[in-house]
């Protein structure tokens, strides 16, 4: 598995940060979205999502596209090509 | 590449891993295959840590020195008041660290050693370590209330700590006579979770309501807000009656007129301008510091916080030693065990990075907080946080902030979610 270990510096940063890691975003994801899926749990686990379901789902949350009470307010914290970077990530687990 | 796939990692553990590893030769030198991090705490913090660094470099050797077999979480021990949850339902041990060849030791560390670069445990065993992590948590300030000290606590819980506290404070609110009135004293800013104080007063006026409607709660606060506090006060009248004569939970902000004294026979406490407030039970929330460990071995400020460096959570004042969860100066983020994760894991990929002279990646931060006003009914606040220009710590402007959706529905698919939220969160630290 690719590793990223060198800073990204993007010009074109939503946040103007620098550009986080698919890795190093995902795994603030890993809290809710349990790694090791438990059984009845409401909050999925993400094990299996492609990376276009993940990365369109954050895209929709992001700009309101559809009703959520909380990942709305957590997925405008990236730039969409974060959101690129942490579905890819998410779909290669 | 001598990362596993995460799915590898989470159905075999590392101690297999390591023999999985032999096959393909180790990307990382001699040296850094040995390195030894010793993690100090197995609450939050340092149990995200330490599963984290073996994640990320499965070749790294981990101890977590921690005193306790069991851990019983606060977060959800709040519960316990609204009859939700027992004390055994929130308890975690350590056998899920074990299996990722974390080694566990179950002993205090008493002293610090910076300069050796160990540990003295109190069977006065000594551990030298490359990188210290410690996830001490809090400790309370027991002098800032005139007639009220640590032994008092035994009277008058806090319960900041959950186990025996947690179940002395419920005791006395089920004895509580019909007409009675709780006092919670809320710490002032900065303390370990900021909804606390309100969640609890939410939870024990759910069972008040049902078991002795006429009794009442009030918060005594130092402070002239608190965190949720509109989503709170909106629940609170939803179902408690706030701000009607009969409500059941009252709050009064005594930010410009602050308790003084306790007289401990008439369980009254005093304000500076010698308002006086009575309650048959009284939980004494103290102001709070970092843990002792932290604050003995001189990793503590003036702030009584252990202040870091964000890109690697390394201590501003010694080397080696790298604080977080509570002890840790992380403001703006606040002090939840959700925090603590989030801390945990960008302090395991810096050691990580460190041990094997690596360039630490650029680290982000988030943090939730649900909590319940009944059952059926819960809130959050989130945020994302980011290192800014000056190597200090930003909110991100553009996201987090309360819950927006306050229909019934949403309301209760929030409390769905805090219970999830919760279960998930633990196993992402413990299991
Ligand atoms: C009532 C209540 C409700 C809460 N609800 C929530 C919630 O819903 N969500 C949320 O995110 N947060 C919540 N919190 C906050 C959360 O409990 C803390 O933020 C979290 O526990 C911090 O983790 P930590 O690792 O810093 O410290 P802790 O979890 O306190 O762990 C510290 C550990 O270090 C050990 N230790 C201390 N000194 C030493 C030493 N010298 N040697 C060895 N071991 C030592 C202790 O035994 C302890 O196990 C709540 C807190 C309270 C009080």
Redesign the interface.
């Given at each position: 598995m690719k590793r990223w270990l060198l800073m990204v510096l993007s010009l074109t940063s939503f946040n103007s940060h620098a550009e986080l890691s698919g890795e190093n975003i995902a795994l603030n994801c890993f809290n809710c979205h349990n790694r090791k899926p438990a059984a009845n749990s409401a909050i999925p686990s993400l094990n299996g999502y492609s990376r276009q379901r993940l990365q369109q789902a954050m895209l929709d949350f992001k700009y309101d596209k559809t009703n959520a009470t909380l990942m709305p307010r957590i997925a405008k914290a990236y730039s969409d090509s974060e959101i690129s970077a942490v579905a890819a990530y998410l779909s290669q687990q | 590449?001598t990362?596993?796939?995460?799915?590898d990692f989470?159905k075999t553990g590392a101690v297999s891993s390591v023999a999985l590893l032999n096959g393909c030769q180790p990307l990382f030198g001699k040296a850094a295959s040995k390195a030894h991090v010793v993690v100090v705490g197995g609450g939050f913090g340092g149990a995200t840590a330490a599963k984290?660094i073996r994640y990320f470099d499965p070749n790294i050797r981990v101890t977590l020195i921690e005193p306790k077999a069991k851990y019983i979480t606060c977060p959800a021990s709040n519960w316990l008041f609204a009859g939700l949850a027992t004390l055994d339902q929130l308890s975690v041990d350590y056998q899920g660290l074990k299996n990722y060849g974390i080694e566990v030791i179950s002993d205090t560390v008493i002293q610090i050693n910076s300069k050796q670069r160990s540990v003295t445990l109190s069977s006065q065993q000594s551990i030298s370590y490359d990188r210290l992590v410690l996830s001490p948590g809090i400790d309370f300030r027991w002098d800032t209330l005139h007639g009220f000290n640590q032994e008092l606590s035994q009277r008058f819980p806090h319960a900041w700590q959950a186990g025996p506290q947690t179940e002395l404070l419920n005791q006395q609110l089920q004895a509580m006579p019909d007409n009675g009135t709780l006092l919670i004293c809320a710490p002032p800013d900065p303390y370990r979770c900021p909804p606390g104080p309100y969640e609890r007063a939410s939870m024990m006026a759910f069972w008040l309501k049902q078991h002795k409607p006429r009794t009442k709660i009030i918060i005594l606060d130092p402070k002239r807000s608190f965190s949720k506090q509109a989503l709170f006060e909106a629940g609170w009248k939803q179902h408690y009656g706030y701000g009607s004569p009969n409500s059941l939970i009252e709050w009064v902000s005594l930010a410009d007129n602050p308790l003084v004294s306790l007289d401990a026979e008439r369980k009254t406490l005093t304000t500076e301008f010698g308002d006086h407030f009575r309650g048959d039970v009284l939980n004494i929330i103290p102001p709070q510091t970092a843990g002792k460990i932290a604050i003995d071995s001189g990793l503590g400020n003036s702030s009584g916080w252990c202040p870091i460096q964000p890109m690697s959570a390394e201590s501003s004042l010694l080397p080696f030693i790298h604080v977080i969860g509570d002890a840790g100066h992380y403001s703006p983020i606040p002090k939840s065990a959700?925090a603590a994760?989030?801390e945990a894991?960008v302090c395991a990929?810096a050691i990580v990075?460190l041990l094997n002279q690596?360039?630490i990646?650029?680290?982000?931060?988030?943090n939730?907080c649900y909590s319940l006003i009944t059952p059926e009914h819960g809130i959050?606040i989130?945020?994302?946080y980011?290192?800014?220009a000056e190597n200090g710590i930003t909110a991100?402007k553009?996201?987090?902030?309360v819950?927006?959706?306050t229909d019934p529905a949403?309301l209760a698919?929030?409390a769905?979610?805090t219970?999830?939220?919760y279960?998930?969160?633990r196993?992402?630290c413990f299991?």
């Open positions: - | 590449m990362r596993l796939s995460r799915r989470l984290y959700f994760n989030s894991k990929l990075n690596q360039a990646s650029t680290p982000n931060w988030l939730t959050s989130t945020n994302g980011q290192v800014n991100i553009s996201a987090g902030g819950s927006q959706k949403s698919l929030e769905v979610y219970q999830s939220a279960y998930n969160l196993s992402d299991d």
